[in-house]
């Protein structure tokens, strides 16, 4: 076990059983994976490819049917070090409705750490700076009911940080959320991780949230199928699409035009870079 992994995947595998037929199903199927501290990982994938089973191995809500993963240099499948993960390794769900507990948002953040026995006064202390981490201070005696989906996350990332996390793995956590409560919450995810150094891992289906990881895995069926940095997978335009995943427009629009002979660059990811790349051409 190497110690600049937050998390490591040795050859996991997982299989669900069927309660009905007894059918076994593998949800994922030989994976190697390791996220560095620090680091910002995206995980793409269709539907089905095994997104959230990975997840829930990162903090361990699921243990490996075979394999191991390691949280922090911890063996998941140690159950004697299950809550000492989860206070490492916490997680944002889609719903943020599902993850409210409390009538008040400070209540809601303090949860976590109680539930740690951290005391007291100690608690005052993390959920003011918690809630002022996310920019959610001022709403601190709001009923969380009231606000919207995208301050409903931003709790639930002040709770996860109440914990004093060394890593927050989201699963889809702006999918429920309009644009502007995406924009907020991946603001927020940012600046826990460029500001306060945690480790995140971030399960998406936008394109432009992936484009601001530091690495992007894709999976499918239960594999890795592609790994790199946003510009080595999104010039894969159509290893990409046959997995059935998008890229980002502009991504497309290069890969488009270098398929009509212009010679343009095929790792295009932003509008900016688009621009350069055509005023070079005339
Ligand atoms: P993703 O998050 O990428 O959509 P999942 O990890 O949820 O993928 O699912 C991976 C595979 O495991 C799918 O084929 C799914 O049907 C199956 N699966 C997920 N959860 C269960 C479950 N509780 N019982 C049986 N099969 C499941
Ligand atoms: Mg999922």
């Known amino acids: 076990m190497n110690n ?5 995947c040795d050859n996991l595998t997982y299989k669900y059983v069927n309660s009905e037929d007894k059918l076994e199903k593998y949800a994922i199927n030989g994976v190697n994976l390791e996220v560095k501290k620090g680091e910002f990982l995206v995980i793409l994938g269709h539907n089905g490819s095994g997104k959230s089973t990975m997840a829930k191995h990162m903090n ?14 911890i063996d998941s499948s140690d159950l004697s070090k299950t809550w000492e993960i989860r206070s490492r390794a916490g997680m944002v769900f889609q719903n943020p409705d599902n993850q409210i507990v409390a009538t008040i948002v400070e209540e809601d953040v303090a949860f976590g750490p109680e539930n740690l026995g951290v005391p007291p006064e100690e608690i005052r202390n993390r959920v003011d700076e918690s809630l002022k981490k996310v920019g959610m201070y001022e709403y601190r005696r709001h009923a969380p009911h009231l606000l919207s989906g995208g301050q409903k996350q931003r709790v639930a990332i002040a709770g996860i940080l109440a914990m004093r996390p060394k890593c927050i793995i989201l699963d889809e956590p702006t999918a429920m959320l309009d ?3 995406r924009k907020e919450v991946i603001r927020t995810i940012k600046d ?20 601001e990881a530091d690495r992007i895995v894709v999976m499918d069926e239960g594999k890795v199928k592609l790994e ?10 159509s290893l990409m699409k046959k ?7 502009v991504t497309e629009l290069a890969y488009e035009l270098r398929n009509c002979g212009i010679n343009i660059k095929n790792d295009i990811l932003t509008i900016n870079e688009m621009v350069d790349e055509l005023c070079r051409l005339k």
């Open 60 to 73: 361990a809500l699921l243990l490996p049917s075979g394999g191991k993963v390691y949280v922090d240099g």
């Open 228 to 237: 790199g940095t946003p510009k080595e997978v999104f010039s894969n335009v």
């Open 4 to 8: 600049v992994n937050m998390i490591q």
């Open 179 to 181: 644009p502007s409560g």
């Open 192 to 211: 826990v991780n460029k500001e306060y150094g945690i480790t995140i891992i971030l399960i998406t289906h936008y394109m432009e949230e992936a484009v």
């Open 243 to 249: 997995i059935g995943l998008d890229v980002p427009q």
